[in-house]
C-alpha cells in the first residue's frame, strides 16, 4: 500500500511539474555595454506591464568585459517587449538629468532609438513555440 501511494504521489508530482515547464526561453545578449561598472538590469513585459514597473519577469547581470547574457524561461506564448537599465550606480532605478535626460543607458527589444519614452509597439516581438535569442545594444 505504501509502494502505491509513493508511486501516485510521484507520478502526480512529476506531471505537474512537466506542466510547469512548457514555455520557451528568451535569451538577451548585449555585448555594447560602456563600462563595467554596476549592472544591467532587464525586465520582460506584456503590453500590460510596459513601462508601468516590475515587468512579468525581472534579472540583473554583473558585467563582463562590457557584455551581459540573461535568459527568461517558462515564457508563454504571446506579444512581448523587453527594457534594460544600465545601473551603474547600483541604486536600482533610472536617474535623471536636471532637464528630464536619462543619466544612465537603457534600451528596448528592436534596438529601438528615439526621442521620448519607449513604446511598447516599437519594442514589441512575438514568441511562439520556439526559444529565441534577441541581441539588444545600447
Given at each position: 500500500m505504501k509502494t502505491l501511494a509513493t508511486l501516485?504521489?510521484?507520478?502526480?508530482?512529476?506531471?505537474?511539474?512537466?506542466?510547469?515547464?512548457?514555455?520557451?526561453?528568451?535569451?538577451?545578449?548585449?555585448?555594447?555595454?560602456?563600462?563595467?561598472?554596476?549592472?544591467?538590469v532587464l525586465s520582460l513585459h506584456t503590453s500590460e506591464t510596459?513601462?508601468?514597473g516590475k515587468g512579468i519577469q525581472n534579472a540583473e547581470s554583473k558585467i563582463?568585459?562590457?557584455?551581459?547574457?540573461?535568459?527568461?524561461?517558462?515564457?508563454?506564448?504571446?506579444?512581448?517587449a523587453i527594457l534594460v537599465l544600465h545601473d551603474e550606480n547600483e541604486n536600482n532605478r533610472m536617474d535623471f538629468e536636471l532637464n528630464g535626460m536619462p543619466k544612465e543607458n537603457y534600451a528596448t527589444s528592436n534596438n529601438v532609438m528615439?526621442?521620448?519614452?519607449?513604446?511598447?509597439?516599437?519594442?514589441?516581438f512575438e514568441i511562439s513555440s520556439d526559444d529565441i535569442v534577441l541581441k539588444i545594444r545600447f
Open positions: 501516485i504521489v510521484f507520478v502526480i508530482c512529476t506531471t505537474f511539474a512537466n506542466a510547469q515547464n512548457n514555455g520557451q526561453s528568451i535569451t538577451i545578449n548585449i555585448d555594447n555595454v560602456v563600462s563595467n561598472q554596476g549592472k544591467v510596459f513601462m508601468k563582463i568585459d562590457g557584455k551581459v547574457s540573461i535568459t527568461f524561461k517558462d515564457v508563454a506564448p504571446g506579444e512581448y528615439s526621442f521620448g519614452p519607449p513604446q511598447f509597439g516599437e519594442s514589441k
